[in-house]
């Protein structure tokens, strides 16, 4: 069987402006290109097409959010402690354990957090202010703990699953008074 020479050059010629097309998008699209300038680029075709300043495209977008009752809020990489199920503030238990920590140890929150940062452990931390490693691992224990009552409270845990969690706390606890991590710029 033999193919039409039209087609084969037909085909030759949909494959060399495809690579050329893809070529020409590569050339393009520089490392400039992030998300933000893409978001920008849209939302002003967006804005050029309804006749309106991208200002006025993103103050209708929050008037719109704020009707429909939505928070404006930071992103989650932009708030302290991220997320977490048991609502507001600290968002993971295992904050709730830092501040615990700097209460039972009489640091400020900051000055224990440069503790850590200089590479040294909770453990380290209580022995240097003077304080018990297991008081240290009791004071962490119980804040974790108060964290999950208000939970079930709260209707976010079911007492089973509360109860499981507090079936690995203290080991949870040990390793997180134990742990420590290089010193600020030292990682391997």
């Keep these: 069987m033999k193919v039409p020479r039209k087609r084969?050059?037909?085909?030759?010629?949909?494959?060399?402006?495809?690579?050329?097309?893809?070529?020409?998008?590569?050339?393009?699209?520089?490392?400039?290109?992030?998300?933000?300038?893409?978001?920008e680029a849209f939302l002003t075709d967006v804005a050029g097409r309804l006749g309106?300043?991208?200002?006025?495209?993103?103050?209708?977008?929050?008037?719109?959010?704020?009707?429909r009752g939505w928070e404006a809020r930071p992103p989650l990489r932009h708030r302290p402690f991220g997320h977490g199920p048991f609502g507001p503030g600290p968002g993971h238990?295992?904050?709730?354990?830092?501040?615990?920590?700097?209460?039972?140890?009489?640091?400020?929150?900051?000055?224990?957090?440069?503790?850590?940062?200089?590479?040294k452990s909770l453990a380290k931390l209580a022995e240097e202010q003077?304080?018990?490693?297991?008081?240290?691992?009791?004071?962490?224990?119980?804040?974790?703990?108060?964290?999950?009552?208000?939970?079930v409270a709260a209707g976010l845990l079911t007492e089973a699953?509360?109860?499981?969690l507090l079936g690995r706390l203290d080991a949870i606890v040990q390793d997180l008074v134990q742990r420590s991590r290089p010193p600020r710029g030292q990682h391997p």
Aim: proline share 1%; no cysteine; charged share 30%.
């Design 8 to 39: 084969i050059i037909g085909a030759a010629a949909a494959v060399v402006v495809a690579a050329g097309g893809g070529a020409a998008l590569a050339v393009n699209r520089t490392a400039e290109d992030t998300p933000r300038t893409e978001r």
């Design 52 to 67: 309106v300043s991208v200002d006025d495209l993103r103050k209708a977008f929050r008037e719109a959010a704020k009707a």
């Design 93 to 119: 238990a295992v904050h709730e354990s830092f501040d615990a920590a700097a209460e039972y140890l009489g640091l400020t929150r900051e000055q224990l957090f440069e503790g850590l940062m200089q590479g």
């Design 130 to 151: 003077g304080k018990s490693v297991e008081g240290l691992e009791k004071a962490v224990h119980d804040a974790v703990a108060e964290r999950l009552d208000a939970a």
């Design 161 to 164: 699953k509360k109860q499981e």
